[in-house]
């Protein structure tokens, strides 16, 4: 079983939509809980940790549920600027598990 | 400015020519890594580093070798390339301490195999 699995998407959107991506992950020992941004052909960058109370960043709230074992990310008010794929990570003993990433694009 | 820095970026070579993708960061982090990304596989780690030469096996070791003499470098050494290895290859550090992990990736190496 994979450590970290998300819908690969697509997930194609009108501006101004709300959008939301979940992703399971299977070690229960998971320590830290991210989500990540990578545009095409760059490196994945950091978009926000992920924290049991949720927490919010401007238009991007994730939550955490640890019971079932899901991190779910918002985007709300979606932008084109936010075309990417988000990669849903964990880390367990300083090892990061990435999923496979899901693929948005916002469309004018 | 916190970086990872990988080279080549882009590298076209010959099936069994030895190469070397270099990784430097300049964060002293102890906790270094090397991971391969394949459409629809997603990032998969080669091998990791938690310390100057302490080094272990991910999760998609063969062909690869890694080493450690110092902590800011890990360079990653494709010893007999083969055309499956053709990949984009990512160089991460990760910052230490709980709650604060975050993993930096460095730009990113493409490479073909032919």
């Known amino acids: 079983r994979k450590e970290v699995e998300q819908d690969p998407g697509p997930f194609n959107v009108p501006e101004g939509a709300t959008v939301a991506f979940n992703c399971t992950y299977s070690?229960?020992?998971?320590?830290?809980f991210f989500w990540y941004r990578q545009d095409c052909r760059k490196e994945p960058k950091l978009l926000m940790s992920v924290y049991s109370s949720g927490n919010e960043d401007g238009r991007f709230t994730a939550q955490l549920n640890r019971a079932s074992q899901y991190i779910s990310l918002l985007i709300r008010d979606s932008k084109l600027s936010d075309s990417a794929t988000y990669l849903c990570a964990v880390n367990r003993n300083n090892q990061f598990y990435f999923g496979t990433g899901t693929s948005l694009t916002v469309i004018p | 400015e916190a970086q990872v820095t990988q080279n080549p970026r882009y590298l076209i070579t010959v099936t069994g020519k030895k190469l070397t993708v270099t990784c430097s960061q300049n964060?002293?982090?102890?906790?270094m890594s090397w991971y391969r990304q394949d459409p629809g596989l997603g990032l998969r780690q080669i091998y990791y580093?938690?310390?100057?030469?302490?080094?272990d096996k991910g999760d998609v070791p063969e062909g690869y070798k890694v080493s450690r003499k110092e902590k800011r470098n890990f360079p990653l050494i494709l010893e007999s390339p083969s055309p499956n290895q053709t990949s984009l290859y990512f160089c991460?550090?990760?910052?230490?301490?709980?709650?604060?992990?975050?993993?930096?990736f460095g730009q990113g190496t493409r490479l073909t195999v032919v």
């Open positions: 964060m002293n982090h102890e906790y």
């Open positions: 580093s938690m310390n100057v030469e302490v080094t």
């Open positions: 070690n229960s020992a998971s320590q830290s």
């Open positions: 991460a550090s990760v910052s230490p301490g709980q709650g604060g992990t975050e993993a930096f």
